[in-house]
């Protein structure tokens, strides 16, 4: 441990940061480090920025299909068909860290299906924006330490003791830096992430200059592309818009997928080894939040994971007999906007308005932490969830735009304009390429209220307008005082709330990912309610559950190697142990 630190210090001390022993020990070590090695950098707003469509429709072949986000049941596996459409020896399904698996499988020789229900790949995953790894090439090419044993360290310490997956999050954890430079010597472009302050790059990575200008969104749509052109060149077959309907089960073994297919056709696709569940979480089936994961369905406001997250490959999984784990495990971001839809996507501009360092009270007028650093974007949501009715509301006047654009805060956080370079990878109809435009859509649609008195907001707010009153009054000397001992925000964004017309806005947390679902073995094999191994049957990523332990902490579930990494790497790993390698 100590080495560890004290490599991370002398690295940065000769790139010129000034990052003392001290400074590291309060901001990066078993907090920071791991903080930022799990899901804070791994994709802040993953999610896809369309508005919700009708259940069951984002993307897929069928709308009509029964595997809608209507429903919670288990989906019943079908017997082998007569005859098989399509033959293959490994089946992955999803293209987020899917991709990852596919084409391992099928450089390894097998030949190898992907398949997405949606029109393009990466799903939630593309969304995102860092890989939370250490020790690949390009980090210790560029002199930072490999603290991946800390990064373990921190992790199992913090989970409920003999109950963690040791060797399933060593395992992870210890692969993720091979995965990533596995696809560096393929010919992808890394560098250690310049987003989350000195400590950044010690525990993640972003494709090459895609975070120019401080934007973080869709950084990794770069990864996916690459992946898809890779996969092709080695054989593989990639089937967009081809929808999942059904595990195909032959006894005890899974032996191929029912799908419909971009043409409403059912067909039947054969798996001579295995099929990869690769199919993401279920944070857009609220049903299956009820009943799997009820901390966050009555504390979370809405969703940015998209609305192809929708669980259907769990329900499958426990369809074929598969046993479920990790119940009431998930991650939370702060940015949930009271009235908005289920899913909602994080870079919205009303959202990036409502995170910024504005006054922030309860229901009685208490204020609450504000946390500035982008490791710490979790346990602000941490904070919101435990207020009474899962609500913070904050409060700014007429100057926001001005005030807002002075915080430069950073990844999700940091406004979006159209000046950002690469601003075009965000589709201008759902953001406008403009957080400003996006908050007045905000305002005019009512998440956020507007109000030519105090006492009028309060009511809009559902509040006591003393109480409000108040709250202001005593943030108006607390601003004129010049430092805020109390709450944690900088003196140099602190603004007063004096001129209308006046805001406001109710804020909790927005899900960032689900961790419960099909237990797996160490080798990502789907083990069943009689602890066997389901032949046949592997999961990865927000498919597979029980990784995190269990959710103590209101949404502070989280992988060692955060979201994309971690979907990443299992499907990888799956996919090596299916063709038999060694290492």
């Known amino acids: 441990m100590e080495s560890i630190e004290e490599a991370v210090i002398a690295t940065k001390t000769m790139a010129g940061t000034g990052l003392s022993r001290r400074s590291f020990l309060g901001t990066a070590a078993l907090a920071g480090v791991a903080a930022l090695g799990v899901g804070t950098l791994a994709g802040c707003g993953q999610g896809t920025p369309a508005p919700a469509p009708p259940a069951g429709t984002e993307g897929s072949a069928s709308s009509q299909s029964a595997q809608s986000q209507s429903t919670a049941d288990n989906i019943s596996p079908v017997a082998v068909p007569p005859t098989w459409d399509e033959e293959y ?46 020790g690949t090439k390009v980090q210790l090419e560029a002199g930072l330490p490999d603290v991946t044993d800390m990064m373990i360290k921190s992790f199992i310490s913090r989970q409920h003791q003999g109950a963690a997956r040791t060797d399933l999050i060593t395992k992870v954890a210890t692969n993720a830096a091979r995965a990533v430079d596995w696809l560096g010597v393929k010919g992808f472009e890394w560098e250690p992430t310049t987003t989350g302050g000195p400590t950044g790059g010690v525990t993640g990575v972003s494709p090459k200059g895609k975070e120019a200008g401080g934007l973080a969104a869709r950084t990794n749509i770069y990864v996916f592309e690459f992946l898809k052109e890779e996969f092709g060149k080695a054989g593989g077959t990639l089937k967009l818009n081809t929808l999942l309907s059904a595990l195909v ?32 979480g279920m944070s857009a089936n609220r049903d299956m939040l009820k009943k799997y994961i009820p901390s966050a369905y009555n504390r979370v406001k809405c969703s940015t994971t998209g609305t192809q997250d929708s669980g259907e490959a769990i329900r499958m999984g426990l369809g074929a007999g598969a046993a479920f784990t990790g119940y009431d495990a998930y991650q939370a971001f702060c940015g949930g906007l009271e009235g908005a839809d289920w899913n909602y996507y994080l870079y919205n501009g009303d959202v990036q308005l409502a995170r910024q360092a504005w006054l922030g009270i309860d229901i009685t007028g208490k204020r609450f932490p504000y946390f500035t650093a982008v490791a710490d974007y979790g346990k602000q949501a ?33 406004l979006i304009n159209p000046s950002m370079p690469d601003v075009d990878r965000i589709p201008e109809s759902l953001i406008e390429h403009d957080w400003r435009e996006g908050a007045k859509r905000g305002i005019k649609e009512g998440r956020i209220k507007s109000a030519d008195t105090l006492d009028e907001l309060a009511e809009l707010l559902g509040l006591d307008p003393g109480i409000v009153k108040k709250a202001v009054d005593d943030w108006n000397v607390l601003v004129a005082a010049g430092a805020d001992e109390e709450c944690g925000i900088p003196s140099q964004w602190l603004h007063p709330i004096k001129d209308a017309p006046f805001y406001g806005v109710a804020i909790g947390s927005i899900m960032f990912s689900t961790h419960a679902g099909l237990l797996t073995d160490v080798n990502f094999r789907v083990v069943s309610e009689k602890g066997t191994v389901i032949p046949g049957l592997y999961a990865s990523g927000s498919t597979m559950g029980g990784c995190c332990g269990p959710d103590s902490d209101y949404g502070c579930s989280s992988n060692v190697s955060g979201g994309v990494c971690f979907t990443s790497t299992t499907a990888f790993l799956a996919a090596e142990h299916i063709n038999g390698y060694k290492g």
């Open 89 to 134: 020896d490994v089946i992955v399904v999803g293209t987020g860290g899917g991709l990852f698996g596919a084409l391992r499988s099928a450089e390894l020789g097998s030949k190898t299906l992907c398949i997405e229900k949606s029109a393009s790949v990466g799903g939630a995953s593309k969304e995102s924006s860092i890989y939370a790894v250490s």
């Open 249 to 280: 089960k032959d006894g005890d073994r899974v032996v191929g997928i029912e799908v419909s297919d971009e043409n409403n056709e059912t067909k039947y696709f054969k798996a001579g080894k295995a099929v990869i569940l690769a199919a993401g």
């Open 382 to 414: 941490r904070v919101l969830q435990c207020l009474p009715g899962a609500t913070g509301y904050r409060f700014f006047d007429s100057h926001y735009e001005e005030y807002a654009a002075e915080q430069k805060q950073e990844c999700c956080r940091y």
